[in-house]
């Protein structure tokens, strides 16, 4: 099974500068990618651009994905999966397996949230959240591009899985998925402190699969297989087995003259792969710097024209205020953008969880 966020809503035109509106055939698309594969659809419709579009289209949305065989989840009605109505209808070994787990959604924003009131919302968790079952929350979360998490919500995080967020319930969550910042952010392990518990696992923020948006930072993400079976000290427990995660980054033609014709190409990127660190602000100063080298030289042009002769000193008092602009704008980008630092120490490497027996294939033989 695929899990994944549907950020926006079926719809031909935006219906506002900020709203989020997809093509009716994406459905298609994805189910065309697994055609062969023996594989699912899960998609999340709990997210601030769920209400973009008012309840209708909303419902139209989740129709369609129900159409194309896409289950959805985060609608309030349906706020986890699976359901009991899944089950029934599917029956197989795999439902049996997945009658075991509870995928909760639910988001901490709202574009529209005085008129959104069909989705399930993040403070709505603990009562989604089933005892008898491996609960994992695919939560909407946190704040935009942050390549950093901060200390309040490392500790809030860890928190919610040792103990629960509210410590009077005591529900703590097996696995959390989360996203929303469109950066891709740590997966770390929370070590367990007792015998009882077997370590869990939590990625902060899946970052972009893919988007519509055409710029370098809505371009990056990170996908993750995670293995889930009985735990090695308790056969009445599920813990996560082995993890395996990438970067990912969509290859696209930002110049194609005409929009329709651009398209994009979701890459596994081996390149951040093998880098430690995950940063892209430098690529951004270059950028800058060309910019500004590039507005010299045209301003030298016009310069040239209009005066016929070159009047150097202008041109670099020009190309100075130019760079002064420049290098407040680079200022005010670090001090809003204080989180879009690399912090390798909570967790941004390759790491293989081994508190789970299964799905080690020499010992299914066995
Ligand atoms: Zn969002």
Redesign the pocket.
Known sequence: MIVGNL?GIIAKKKSGWASQNHRGDIFKDLKELTKNLNIDWLLCMS???SGDFGYCKFKHTWDLAIENEIEIFGPRKRPCFPDGAYLNQKNDKFSEFLSKINIVSGTM?RNHSKTCNYISLYEWKNSYFNEKKFNILYP?WHYENEDYVREGIQENCSELMKYGDDSYEKKPWDLVFGH?PHVPQAITNIESESDEIPNKLLAYSGGNFTSGVWRDKHNHGLIMKCEIGTWIKDANRLAVGEVQWSYIRNKFNRWKFWRKNRTKEIIIDIEQNNKKSYFIIRKRILYGVYISLLIALILAVILLFFNFQIDIGRIFINLGVFQIIFLVYIAIMFKRRRYRKINNNIGLKKEVFSNSSLPSSARNIE
Do not use: A, P
Request: proline share 0%.
């Open positions: 950020e997210n601030n651009h924003w909407h929303h």
